[in-house]
């Protein structure tokens, strides 16, 4: 089976992670093309398998009627079984759902919460008419991310496939990474948080470090690292002033698993997601997690079992779980640790599933 995988850009993203990790297993059975559209940051481009053909347009940000005409002239010429979209991609995939010879099937991946960002507007207009005139079937990523989804658009083609990541491995860097966080640890009981998100408003990362300054204030022995690009933003350069002295903003890392193998727990503040990769990757290193109530989190956590949710966008109730964290720390890392082998989140099974459903 001939697959394209379409993606706006490589950069160090959730979404982007799930097209590098799901182009690299379903390449193992497939013929996996994957075309990369915009002149952007690839940040993951070095960890795709040499068995994939991979295209890069650089077509210039910004959408344009001409941009959907390359596109839909590239794919006629690599004549694909299947278009796989993701995210952005279907703006530009759209004029070739409709031309394209029929027995070319194409499919979407719904990554963000759908009723925030695929109900209404532009989104909620692209995906009705990919569904009436471009004959494209759906992908949800998690089972409140399917529910909303199918609650929205009854009749549509869809099916859930919940995100998955490769398994955690450590780098040849583990050793380095455990002495810098050693380095910003007060003592040997210093509780490591962990935070990996791009800053942008949606992470809602302004909750995190207030209520993160807040529970250090109160004389708790903690830090908190952060991994994300965009820091050098208007609202990075916000965070970075209210941050207190235990919050250490690290940059974009390829070694997150190394960073999730020293950590204690991982923090998510977002105010909506889809299935964030950074939950599944936390699950697969057998970590707590403390999240607000999105899209992911909900499936991925058990209350006070694996971690906690906040039941709001409070500062003093994200605050108050931290706390609640440190109370009980040794009994929920024993429970994700036991857990982990049992993931549903393993990138074999969710490109087995996408291979059921491109057959379908």
């Known amino acids: ?24 297993e379903l390449s193992k059975t497939e013929d996996v093309h994957l075309l990369v559209l915009k002149d952007v940051e690839q ?17 210039p940000v910004g959408f344009s009627v001409k941009q959907t005409w390359v596109i839909y002239k590239f794919i006629k010429e690599i004549s694909p079984d299947i278009v796989h979209m993701h995210d952005a991609s279907r703006y530009y995939v759209l004029l070739s759902s409709i031309l394209l010879r ?26 009705k008419l990919a569904h009436y005139l471009g004959r494209t079937r759906f992908i949800t990523i998690s089972p409140q991310n399917h529910a909303q989804f199918k609650s929205i658009y009854p009749g549509y083609k869809v099916c859930q496939i919940t995100n998955g990541r490769a398994a ?15 380095h910003y640890k007060k003592n040997k009981d210093t509780i490591v948080f962990l935070h990996v998100a791009t800053c942008i408003p949606v ?34 350069q916000h965070l970075k002033l209210i941050a207190n002295n235990n919050i250490h903003i690290l940059g974009t890392k390829q070694n997150v698993y190394d960073y999730m193998a020293c950590a204690d727990a991982f923090c998510l ?11 599944i990757e936390a699950v697969l290193s057998g970590l707590p997690i403390i999240s607000t109530t999105v899209c992911g989190a909900v499936d991925a956590i058990k209350n006070g079992e694996n971690g906690y949710l906040s039941p709001d966008f409070e500062i003093a109730t994200y605050a108050d779980l931290l706390a609640k964290f440190a109370e ?33």
């Open 1 to 24: 089976m001939k697959i394209l995988e379409i993606v706006y850009g490589l950069g160090s993203g959730g979404e982007e992670r799930l097209v590098v990790d799901l182009s690299n």
């Open 43 to 59: 940040f993951y481009a070095p960890q795709l398998s040499q068995r994939i053909k991979v295209y890069y347009l650089k077509l």
């Open 102 to 127: 029929r027995d070319i099937k194409f499919y979407m991946t719904i990554h963000s919460d759908v009723l925030k960002a695929y109900k209404n507007g532009i989104s909620g207009m692209q995906v």
């Open 168 to 182: 955690p491995l450590l780098s040849t860097h583990y050793d380095e990474v455990k002495a810098e966080i050693e």
């Open 203 to 236: 992470k809602n990362q302004e909750l995190l470090f207030t209520a993160f300054n807040q529970f250090t204030k109160n004389g708790a022995n903690a830090i908190l690292l952060v991994i994300g690009n965009r820091f050098d933003s208007q609202l990075g």
């Open 269 to 279: 503040s977002s105010l909506r997601e889809g299935m964030p990769m950074s939950i």
């Open 328 to 360: 009980n720390k040794n009994l929920l890392q024993l429970y994700a640790q036991q857990n982990k082998g049992n993931s549903i989140y393993n990138i074999s099974s969710c490109a087995k599933q996408y291979v059921n459903w491109f057959k379908d």
